[in-house]
């Protein structure tokens, strides 16, 4: 089996594949203070919930865009897997064509997000990741990863609200169920929520106009606020939680000797 490492800002997304079949999925908190011991006795804890052991890793790979906690983790593999892991880096083969700029420069997270929706849902289609961040990504009708767009994530947009208004408290991100509310906490969150739903909805139609073409353009959200944004956009056509995490697996597949 594969076991898979997605290291973002907030989380680290692990999960196990047998073949093509994601067998468990877990998420612990990327914490840059916790040594490798830590994170290995909770990986352990979690393959051991779920009937598994060490010895059922055959391969490993990892994607991060935390670069300070990146020897932690490969301290961990090896002490508690005894494997070299393959990493999303610069050289690493993806099977797409990239249109970046520069490709050495675009994050490993939407190198497994493309990989993924090029795989998957095919193109033309559109890829958000709902993470810290945001990040919009186009694969066009030839499979190709044309570029896309990176704004600040839900949560982030929330405590700079907070951060730099004093009198704002902060507030659980939950959707009210109007946008016109009466006190100033639901004030806060139906503009945070809503106003944030308004900004994919346009940014999704600006990018499917400058895609062009008459074919249906899908959509196809991923991270850990998308239901939420989801469940009131009108652009959002597939929630898939694992995108990332099967975009992984699909590199470790092309790259694995």
């Not at 095919?122 to 990863?145: L, M, N, Q, R, W």
Request: with cysteine.
């Amino acid at each position: 089996m594969i076991l898979t490492l997605d290291i973002g800002n907030t989380n680290i997304k692990c999960a196990l594949f047998e073949d093509e079949r994601l067998k468990k999925a877990w998420r612990m908190s990327t914490d840059r203070h916790k040594t490798h011991d830590e994170y290995g006795v909770l990986l352990m804890m979690f393959l051991n919930h779920a009937g598994y052991e060490a010895k059922d890793v055959e391969g490993i790979i990892l994607s991060s865009v935390v670069p300070t906690i990146n020897y932690t983790i490969e301290h961990m593999i090896d002490d508690y897997f005894g494997i070299v892991p393959l990493q999303v880096e610069p050289g690493i083969k993806t099977g797409i064509n990239i249109r970046y700029d520069n490709p050495q420069a675009l994050g490993a997270d939407r190198i497994c997000n493309a990989v993924a929706a090029q795989k998957y849902y095919g193109g033309p289609c559109i890829f958000i990741d709902f993470g810290t961040a945001t990040s919009f990504g186009v694969i066009s009708k030839k499979g190709e990863f044309l570029g896309g767009a990176i704004c600040p994530g839900v949560k982030m947009s929330s405590e700079a609200l907070t951060e730099r208004a004093a009198q704002l408290p902060k507030v659980e991100l939950v959707k009210p169920d109007s946008v016109i509310q009466r006190n100033t906490i639901t004030n806060m969150q139906a503009g945070i929520v809503y106003g944030y739903v308004g900004q994919v909805d346009y940014i999704v139609r600006k990018m499917k106009a400058e895609i062009g073409g008459s074919e249906h353009i899908r959509v196809i959200a991923t991270g850990g606020m998308a239901r939420m944004i989801a469940s009131e956009t009108s652009t959002i056509d597939i929630i898939d939680g694992q995108l990332t995490l099967k975009g992984l697996r699909l590199l470790y597949e092309r790259n694995a000797k």
